[in-house]
Each structure stands twice: as structure tokens, then as C-alpha cells.
């Protein structure tokens, strides 16, 4: 990969503003580390909420609109995720990057319609699936037309309500496709908190640094104003005010390893 990349935004789409707030963050740390590549990531719609009464996010012709004015106000690139394929095009016309949730990374279809629309891809790992059968996506994606794809580590399935990271993955994974760790997905507990996830936040930044340790192309954040009032994964988001410090300290470990202090 050119860039490392740092993915980073809300989990969900709530307004125009919060998005704003945090792209504008992230536009300063791209504009300080000109050696990597900063991309704005949000949901137009979580369909795989816990409750049926869950926020799942503004909808998709809203949330295409607050995508591309962050696009253009920052000069960011911008990822979201589908979840049916006729999503694939009116979302490819604006985003940089599609992204397949980790749930539907075996679904090909979805992956196909992602790959023809010519943009960048990234596919969750699912929670379900062993790191060397994500050879099979990338052939997936290869065969759809994909030139340029990332799979993503979240972390797998460990008993009831728990995710551990097997980081014995990155590398396995490495040899299909540049690989991103989802720090901040990786320490959830699915389902729990009963009708939602909860998580552990305090194992983020550790986590973090264990992968760039490993060796990864990049980094997935959510990264909310005031995790604790967002409207979805409020229990492991990132306070966006402690964001860039922990940015700094995981990207002066990823130019020591890499051979890049400037």
C-alpha cells in the first residue's frame, strides 16, 4: 500500500454537525501527518442493530448527502458500509470506499456489486470465520473486477457476548490483501448489554498498539464528541477530544518499526 491508513468517524450518522466536528479533527491530523492517509467513516444505516427499536442511522439518501459535503468541506476521502447490493451504486457515486459489514463478508452478491462499482473496498472479517478464509473474498472480489481491497480484523466470536483478537491473523491475512484492525469493534460484547452491545474501551489503545506491533496497513477507529451520548456503540467509541494524542503515540511506534522518523 501506498499510505498507511487511519479510518476513523461516528458510528452512526446522527447529524450533519457531529459529523462535521469530527471530520474537522481529522483534517488536522491529515494535514500533520502527511505521510498517511486520513479516510471519514460513518453509517448512513446499521442494519445489524441488537432491538428492532435501535438508531440505525439517517437513511440512505440523507446520509450520501452529509458524506459528500464532508468530502468536499475537508477534502477527506469518506467510507461507509452496505448492506444489499442495490446500495453498491448510489453509494460508489459518492464514496471513496465501500465497506461490507462483518456479517455479510460471505455474501457474494454484495461483494460483487461492491467491486463493479470500481471503488476501493474493505470487508469486515467475520466474527464466524478463520483468517485464512478470507482468501476466498479476495477471490471474490478479484474475479468482480476489484483493483484496489482491504480486509478488516474485528476480532472473532469467543463464547457468549465476548470477541477476542487472534492477532496470529494479521499476518495470515496479509497474504491476500493489505489488512486494517478495527480497534474499536474488536473490544466489543456483542449483544451485551441485553438490547444492545457493550464493551470494554479500556483495551482499544493496547490493542491498537499490539497490531501495529504485528504489523497492519492501517487502523479503524469510531470516534465519537460524547461517546456516551451517542446513539449507537457508545461503549466503545473514542472520546474524539483524546483522539489525536493517541494517534500520535501509535504513529510514532508505526515509523519506528517501519523505519520512518521524520
Known amino acids: 500500500m501506498e499510505k498507511f491508513l487511519l479510518i476513523a468517524g461516528p458510528c452512526a450518522i446522527e447529524s450533519r454537525e457531529i459529523c462535521f466536528e469530527v471530520a474537522e479533527v481529522l483534517k488536522d491530523i ?88 470500481g471503488r476501493e473496498v474493505n470487508v ?36 457468549y457476548n ?16 493489505p489488512v486494517i484492525f478495527d480497534a474499536t469493534h474488536s473490544v466489543q460484547l456483542p449483544g451485551g448489554a441485553g438490547n444492545q452491545s457493550s464493551g470494554n474501551r479500556e483495551f482499544i489503545y493496547p490493542l491498537a498498539k499490539a497490531s501495529v506491533s504485528v504489523g497492519v496497513d492501517g487502523l479503524f477507529f469510531e470516534v465519537h464528541p460524547d461517546p456516551e451520548k451517542a446513539l449507537s456503540d457508545r461503549a466503545t467509541q473514542i472520546k474524539l477530544s483524546d483522539f489525536p494524542k493517541i494517534v500520535d503515540n501509535l504513529l510514532t511506534l508505526w515509523r519506528f518499526l517501519n523505519d520512518k522518523n521524520i
Open 162 to 177: 465476548n470477541l477476542v483478537v487472534d492477532f496470529r491473523s494479521l499476518p495470515i491475512m496479509r497474504q491476500y490483501a
Open 30 to 117: 491529515q494535514e500533520k501527518n502527511p505521510e498517511i492517509r486520513v479516510v471519514f467513516k460513518s453509517s448512513f444505516d446499521k442494519a445489524n442493530r441488537s432491538s428492532i427499536k435501535s438508531f440505525r442511522g439517517v437513511g440512505l439518501d440523507k446520509g450520501l448527502q452529509i458524506l459528500s459535503d464532508v468530502k468536499q468541506k475537508f477534502n477527506l476521502p469518506v467510507l461507509t458500509d452496505i448492506h444489499e447490493s442495490y446500495q453498491a451504486k448510489p453509494v460508489g457515486e459518492v464514496v471513496d470506499i465501500i465497506q461490507i459489514p462483518a456479517f455479510l463478508c460471505r455474501q457474494t452478491d454484495l461483494l460483487v456489486a461492491a467491486a463493479e462499482t
Open 124 to 159: 469486515k472479517k467475520g466474527q464466524f470465520l478463520a483468517p485464512w478464509d478470507t482468501k476466498n473474498i479476495v477471490e471474490k472480489l478479484k474475479h468482480a473486477g476489484a483493483k484496489k481491497f482491504y480486509l478488516t480484523e474485528r476480532g472473532t466470536t469467543f463464547g
